[in-house]
């Protein structure tokens, strides 16, 4: 008798559970999501969570969306803030190292420094952008 209303419930006659939890997205939403992403590339897993349960009534973590994202080959990453360099930017960078190639006593007066942020409490205010890798 179990086994007939498993089959008639489910379709199936299998007892065997998840080895994982169910997916809190379909792939309707997961295509939403990533049109959302990539025609406005500044939108934050936040806001795309926030967007999937007012349209679908049901809720998707915003790590869930940065997983359908990178799934579909989609990462947060820094905007690209310049141009290229052209062969003219490359002559003229030249041009400035050949001017300079005689320096001995005026390096010492200037400094070169690799500086980088790093926050660990609080949103660092960056601004990142969905793009393929």
Known sequence: MRIWDRWMQGGTTDQRGRSHP?????????????????????????????HIKSITHHSASAR???RRLQQSGLSARCPLLGLPMTQN???????????????????NEIVFTDESRICLQ????????WRHR
């Open 122 to 129: 609080h949103h660092d205010g960056r601004i990142r952008v």
């Open 89 to 107: 930017h490359k002559r003229l960078r030249h041009q400035w190292c050949d001017e300079r190639r005689m320096w001995m006593v005026e390096w």
């Open 22 to 50: 169910p997916q809190s997205t379909f792939s309707r939403e997961d295509r939403q999501i990533m049109r959302m992403a990539v025609t406005n590339r500044s939108v934050t897993s936040r806001t795309l969570a926030q």
């Open 64 to 66: 869930t969306i940065r």
